[in-house]
């Protein structure tokens, strides 16, 4: 069995290759317990099994941020308090996520909800942020399309896993740049490798942006990432899918 290495792996949040500004990412799933507070307080409980996670991101400091997102403490200044969903969904991939097929994790929307900025003297100026999003992340991701860009029409290469899941997922789409009035990207599955129905369909791509879905049910056998592009436009995207 493989294993997963920290120096292949590559992060992406919101709309940007992130992989190059951080050196860590810790994710935590949890799931809430059937709680309720005691006789003499305000009724509050909790309903057992409702997913969340949060993940803590370091990363390195940079001076040439201009006034635009070009770099993560630009990026986590945007996200402070904010749960966009065009700046907050996170993405991790094993293997460079240059292969379809790739390992990785799947999270849902999130809010950034600290900002630390630490300064040493005998240091490099870092960069900290928490993240903390509603739903189950996806733990058993793949990878359906590597990062790059759809001039026209596509349909991606499968991913076999081997048998059907009976639990759904979530897929991730991180759309990286547009030009003209861009396209729609779907994720299908297959019972055969053959034929093909829509699981997810993504709101349409016009601008740089990421969007999570999450299907219940079956998910059959293979996957595949399916792009419709419009004419005379692009779409420059990673896309995957994680079974629960």
């Given at each position: 069995?493989?294993?997963?290495?920290?120096?292949?792996?590559?992060?992406?949040?919101?709309?940007?290759?992130?992989?190059?500004?951080?050196?860590?990412?810790?994710?935590?799933?949890?799931?809430?317990?059937?709680?309720?507070?005691?006789?003499?307080?305000?009724?509050?409980?909790?309903?057992?099994?409702?997913?969340?996670?949060?993940?803590?991101?370091?990363g390195?400091?940079?001076?040439?941020?201009?006034?635009?997102?070009?770099?993560?403490e630009?990026?986590?200044?945007?996200?402070?308090?904010?749960?966009?969903?065009?700046a907050?969904v996170?993405?991790?991939?094993?293997?460079?996520?240059?292969?379809?097929?790739?390992?990785?994790?799947?999270?849902?929307?999130?809010?950034?909800?600290?900002?630390?900025?630490?300064?040493?003297?005998?240091?490099?100026?870092?960069?900290?942020?928490?993240?903390?999003?509603?739903?189950?992340?996806?733990?058993?991701?793949?990878?359906?399309?590597?990062?790059?860009?759809?001039?026209?029409?596509?349909?991606?290469?499968?991913?076999?896993?081997?048998?059907?899941?009976?639990?759904?997922?979530?897929?991730?789409?991180?759309?990286?740049?547009?030009?003209?009035?861009?396209?729609?990207?779907?994720?299908?599955?297959?019972?055969?490798?053959?034929?093909?129905?829509?699981?997810?369909?993504?709101?349409?791509?016009?601008?740089?942006?990421?969007?999570?879905?999450?299907?219940?049910?079956?998910?059959?056998?293979?996957?595949r990432?399916?792009?419709?592009?419009?004419?005379?436009?692009?779409?420059?995207?990673?896309?995957?899918?994680?079974?629960?």
């Amino acid at each position: 069995m493989a294993r997963m290495h920290g120096k292949d792996v590559r992060v992406y949040l919101g709309v940007r290759d992130v992989s190059g500004d951080l050196n860590s990412v810790d994710i935590t799933a949890s799931a809430d317990t059937h709680d309720v507070t005691t006789f003499g307080a305000e009724y509050l409980a909790y309903d057992a099994g409702l997913g969340s996670w949060e993940a803590s991101l370091d990363g390195f400091y940079q001076t040439n941020s201009g006034a635009s997102v070009t770099s993560i403490e630009r990026q986590f200044e945007t996200m402070l308090g904010s749960g966009t969903a065009g700046a907050s969904v996170l993405s991790v991939y094993d293997d460079d996520a240059d292969a379809i097929g790739d390992a990785g994790i799947l999270c849902s929307e999130a809010i950034l909800t600290t900002h630390g900025q630490p300064i040493s003297v005998s240091d490099i100026v870092k960069i900290s942020g928490s993240l903390q999003g509603n739903g189950r992340p996806g733990l058993r991701a793949r990878l359906l399309h590597v990062l790059g860009a759809d001039s026209t029409s596509t349909n991606s290469a499968s991913v076999d896993n081997s048998a059907s899941s009976a639990n759904g997922g979530r897929a991730n789409l991180h759309v990286t740049a547009v030009s003209g009035t861009g396209g729609t990207i779907k994720v299908q599955h297959s019972a055969d490798n053959s034929t093909w129905v829509d699981l997810v369909t993504f709101t349409a791509s016009t601008a740089a942006s990421c969007q999570s879905s999450t299907v219940t049910g079956t998910v059959n056998r293979y996957l595949r990432c399916v792009s419709t592009i419009n004419v005379t436009s692009s779409v420059t995207f990673v896309a995957g899918f994680a079974r629960f």
